[in-house]
């Protein structure tokens, strides 16, 4: 008897061959598009987009092999069918960072529907702009490289992003996401150079994905919910952080987060929640870290309610934002630093029902600490350090 689930296996990729054999092509090269790395074929790559975005029927994008130009460019929808962006070349953005100008963003996808993002490099030309931020001159606010904004059901596969001026990639305010097989890399002293940021965004999957970068490998901001996450090696970085949340008093809650499967590798942090000691409705709720390796990570698994980088005019009140069901399972290695477990929870609005099973974390092949302020919650197994709640 055949086996009904490899014909439903064969039925659906039968139908995925023909949509592609049958989508209308359109190579960047036809639209005037040059690979040579100095021509600006930002123009070109617009008309191949209006082309596409206009068809009556499923569209391919081609970008061949070699390097095209770009400045800022905006593909904008709504669209008349689901598009593919074969990427087998690189796109490389100016070498003068002012090129980009105050716009914050390099490439930009807004109100699309069905676009997958497939393959090859972009190269954000960082370098010139990390040294303006870091000699504290006049720069402007720098470009995210590749950002998804009020987007529904896009695939982002098998991309490689190098030195991002900013953020590497963003999705915001988007339904339906999955981020699969990309690599992140930038300098460990690259400012603000955040792997992938999610905000304001519902169902967003993001798995078997490296980031090397100099800021969180992945930032989790307000209004993100049903967020999963597996098979992600960071470092170096500051660590998968939810946050940061709460500088503003009206804010959206964080929940249903879940990482699994992870490896951070001397990294700042390893899982982080972080907020403002600020007035704030906002809350983070029903996360679960599970099956973690830390190798030698300065803040395996951290809790800051206090959170005022570079001490700045932080009104050091009690923070808002109420962070309860949260469970660390299965975590293990390395610790950089003595402590391995901080709790640093609000004052008004304390941590509750915080979960600790089968941690065991090192330092120097000596047990590590751990510290508490304002939390309740329980351990089961082994945990090392041991509880302080």
């Known amino acids: 008897m055949a086996n009904p689930t490899k014909s439903l296996v064969f039925i659906v990729f039968f139908h995925l061959f023909i949509q592609i054999s049958t989508a209308a092509n359109y190579n960047v090269i036809s639209f005037g598009a040059k690979p040579d790395g100095k021509t600006d074929s930002t123009q070109s790559f617009l008309k191949a987009w209006t082309s596409a975005c206009s068809s009556s029927t499923r569209s391919t994008i081609n970008v061949p092999k070699g390097r095209f130009l770009l400045t800022p460019i905006t593909f904008r929808g709504p669209c008349k069918n689901k598009i593919t962006f074969l990427l087998n070349g690189t796109l490389v953005a100016p070498l003068d960072y002012r090129a980009l100008g105050d716009s914050g963003y390099w490439i ?14 972009i190269d954000g030309k960082g370098t010139a702009y990390w040294a303006c931020k870091n000699s504290a001159k006049n720069c402007p606010p720098g470009a995210r490289s590749i950002t998804f904004n009020w987007a529904n059901n896009i695939i982002l596969s098998g991309l490689t992003s190098i030195n991002s001026q900013q953020t590497h990639v963003v999705i915001n305010s988007c339904n339906n996401v999955v981020v699969k097989n990309v690599k992140i890399m930038a300098p460990d002293q690259s400012p603000n ?68 499967n992870a490896v951070f590798t001397k990294s700042d942090n390893g899982v982080r929640i972080k907020t403002w000691p600020t007035p704030s409705n906002g809350f983070v709720r029903h996360v679960i870290f599970q099956n973690i390796v830390m190798i030698n990570v300065k803040n395996p698994i951290l809790i800051d309610q206090n959170y005022c980088p570079n001490h700045q005019s932080c009104s050091l009140q009690s923070s808002g934002v109420k962070i309860n069901d949260v469970t660390y399972k299965s975590i293990e290695g390395t610790s950089a630093t003595s402590e391995a477990v901080t709790f640093d929870c609000s004052s008004s609005n304390p941590c509750s029902d915080i979960k600790l099973e089968d941690i065991k974390l090192t330092y120097k092949n000596k047990t590590t600490t751990s510290s508490c302020k304002n939390i309740g919650g329980s351990s089961i197994g082994l945990v090392v350090p041991e509880t302080c709640f």
Not at 108 to 121: A, E, N, R
Not at 236 to 252: D, F, M, Q, T
């Open 108 to 121: 930009l996808f807004i109100k699309v529907d069905g676009v997958s993002f497939v393959g090859g490099t």
């Open 193 to 260: 150079t955040d792997g992938i940021h999610v905000q304001s965004s519902t169902n967003v999957t993001i798995t078997g994905s490296t980031i090397k970068t100099g800021d969180d490998c992945i930032s989790i901001g307000d209004g993100t919910k049903n967020l999963f996450m597996s098979d992600i090696k960071c470092g170096p970085g500051h660590g998968v952080s939810i946050g940061s949340l709460g500088k503003e008093a009206n804010e959206n809650g964080v929940e249903n987060v879940t990482l699994i």
